[in-house]
């Protein structure tokens, strides 16, 4: 019978303890920035009274969609028995696990009070999501320990279970952080009902085309075989879901448009916000939708890997750019207290607010980057989370 048999890599080479020492030094300089934040206060970051939700909440987003993505995509194999797809079960789910922690961390540490971190746990808004978040994160990590765990102790049955879970509470999850902001009705921008879909859908095809991006570069760097076909066949999968990604984002702009309150926020974004224009067109529709459906369409370039991996590497800058322009213009913008009168207060009401991250600001981004990619290399030293040869076994291989 056909199986795939895990092993840790080696890792006793000097290219890899080079790579350990710099990516552990970038998460020295994230939490030693971290601390300065802390001690020094917000005033040294370039956030301000309108603009609360910066950067790091930018990479929240996206890890969290990183996170619930890499699950599912790690969950086909147990839960539908595509034995194709066991080849990624034990890395997808760790990344998960990892992709969750980057995400609180980064969220905890931008924090002005992070070391009240342990008042969502008693003190519950049932009416607000950033309150139930606190305990639907901390679900979210214990089941995804779990499922690993499963799999690395190779219970199908438990595995099974659990991967169940997982698909479930990954798409509660990442609803959930779409309704963080859907139902912000103060802010044209955010409130929308297609929120929660689309940060699921988006969370799925950024999950596998990061997957394939991971896994096929893990592969060559650790020497180890794996069929092209399984990348060919997955590439199939995130196609169709980068089209319903490039059809719920364009609904969702297209519907703002035609509610005179989010009017202004769409032409701001589309023709006259200079950086966020040119992310809405290039970073997000020609980078992100575009080009990766053309590349994984044509005929002369859809089964090849170098296209596959460039547009599944194209399709998740895309997806950090539809969250930078969801979270970031929507607070750049005034809010329409007085709908069709001119603002103008002394506390900057009625203005168009700019931001710019701070050095510190740059160092947490590269330094929680760093820290996925740290826990990551160490992890596939310790863990049998790769196989020997990644072959392409399917149910009639049986």
Known sequence: MAKYYFAP??????????????????????????????????????????????????????????????????????????????????????????????????????????????????????????????????????????????????????????????????IFVHSGTGFIFGVVNGRDMFFSSITPLAFVVAALSSGSALAMVVLYYTFKLTKRSIDMRFFQQLSRVMLGLIIFVFYLVTIEHLTHLYVPEAQEGEFYVMFSGGFFTWVFWGMLYGLGLLIPIFLLLNPATKTKIKWILTASVLHVIGVLGERMLFILPGQFLPIPIFPGYELASSFQDGVVMPYIPHLAEIIQFIGIFAFIAFVYIMGLRMLPLLPVEGKFVKEQDH
């Open 9 to 170: 890599i080696e890792g006793k080479t000097p290219k890899y303890y080079w790579t350990v020492g710099i990516l552990g030094t970038l998460v020295l300089g994230w939490l030693v920035a971290s601390y300065v934040r802390f001690i020094k206060g917000m005033y040294i970051t370039g956030m301000s009274h309108s603009v609360t939700w910066a950067g790091a909440k930018v990479i929240f987003v996206l890890f969290v969609g990183l996170s619930a993505g890499s699950l599912i995509m790690s969950a086909l194999s147990a839960i539908f028995g595509q034995k194709e797809y066991k080849v990624l079960g034990r890395v997808a789910a760790f990344n998960a696990v990892l992709f969750m922690a980057g995400a609180l961390g980064i969220l905890i540490t931008d924090w002005g009070r992070p070391d009240r971190i342990v008042l969502p746990f008693y003190m519950v808004n049932p009416r607000s999501m950033l309150s139930l978040n606190a305990y639907i994160y901390m679900t979210y990590m214990t089941v995804g320990v779990l499922y690993l765990w499963a799999q690395l102790k190779e219970n199908e049955k438990w595995t099974k279970i659990l991967g169940i879970t997982a698909v479930i509470v990954a």
